[in-house]
């Protein structure tokens, strides 16, 4: 993609940045939650495209790290008071990161179909556990009574419980994720992960030791994956085993490959798209699932490349029209200056 169409996308996301910098203002009450939960979504989709758009690795099994936040959350908050932030975040994150560092210990050593049901697997062991688990609520989950708070000493830095307030915070971590795996992805870390997806034998053959590549990949994933789910439990309040569950790894699946895998700001469309989709066909049919299932199947059969791609087809199709209008008083002009 050339210069020129790279600056018009870039363009087009500068302009949905403003969008959604703005609607807390403008929006419903119920729209700015649904908000919140897209770009929680984005952020958890973003952590699984590192995995499948950037190291090639399938996972099933990515909503445990997702639910695995929100319980661990629920844990370290007391029910009569708000937990510190500064407690309750690198617990929820560090906890993840452990999970995914023992589950990715073992997950990547295998590849392909076998890496996807060893993450599944893994995952179904911790929807068991919690489902099954009265402690924490069982089937029912666990509510989570006060957002942590964000204070310095006596001093109040953020209220969350501040409904604008709080959206600006998912939004300003949807934001720090992205550029912070853009970072990642162009170190050379970065570089060797996209060559393991690759030829991962080429990678291992110019020296580089591969299967710890993949883990660290893994582990970073599982923790920005915590990092969403950490979130969600503050959105939503409650915890419960559907967070953990295949269907939910499915959902986000589905939504990386809506969004364009390799992208980045692809997953995070995906997730806008899939999310307003849901809400949209619950409100005009209870068989919104059939619908679901229609426009997934369509999205496979002629946008292959999810929406990212035809973002970049658009770009590149109005860039080719302004070069093209414009060529002929280009010649025109160079012949005037040969003359």
């Not at 119920?30 to 897209?38: D, E, P, Q």
């Not at 049919?285 to 292959?304: K, S």
Request: hydrophobic letters at 55%.
């Amino acid at each position: 993609m050339n210069t020129r169409a790279s600056r018009l996308i870039r363009y087009f996301l500068i302009s949905n940045l403003l969008l959604l910098v703005a609607f807390p203002w403008v929006g419903e009450h119920f729209y700015v939650g649904l908000v919140m939960n897209m770009m929680i979504f984005g952020i958890l989709a973003m952590s699984l495209d590192l995995l499948i758009g950037y190291t090639g690795l399938v996972s099933l099994g990515h909503a445990a790290y997702y639910g695995l936040a929100g319980y661990l959350l629920a844990i370290i908050s007391p029910e009569s008071e708000a937990v510190s932030i500064w407690l309750a975040l690198p617990f929820c994150i560090l906890g993840t990161a452990l999970a995914a560092l023992i589950i990715g210990w073992f997950s990547v050593r295998t590849s392909g179909i076998y890496f996807i049901m060893i993450t599944l697997a893994f995952a179904q062991m911790l929807f068991y556990y919690f489902n099954e688990n009265t402690d924490l609520g069982g089937s029912d989950g666990i509510f989570i009574f006060f957002k942590p708070s964000v204070t310095l000493g006596s001093i109040t830095l953020l209220d969350l419980d501040n409904h604008i307030v709080f959206y600006y915070f998912i939004l300003v971590c949807m934001l720090l994720v992205y550029f912070l795996l853009r970072m990642l992805l162009a170190s050379p870390f970065g570089q060797v992960i996209q060559g393991i997806r690759a030829n991962e034998n080429r990678t291992r053959a110019l020296g580089y030791p591969t299967f710890y590549y993949k883990l660290v990949s893994f582990v970073i994933a599982g923790s920005i994956g915590g990092l969403a789910g950490f979130l969600e439990g503050m959105h939503g309040g409650i915890v419960s085993p559907g967070h953990l569950g295949w269907h939910e790894s499915g959902l986000i699946l589905m939504i990386v490959i809506l969004g364009g895998m390799g992208t980045l700001y692809g997953p995070i469309m995906g997730a806008f798209a899939m999310i307003f989709l849901q809400d949209w066909f619950q409100e005009i049919t209870v068989h919104w699932m059939l619908l679901m299932g229609v426009f997934v199947i369509a999205v496979v059969l002629f946008l292959p490349r999810g929406i990212a791609g035809l973002i970049e087809d658009l770009a590149a199709k109005l860039d080719k029209s302004v070069t093209d209008s414009n060529r002929p008083a280009t010649q025109k002009n160079g012949e005037s200056g040969d003359g």
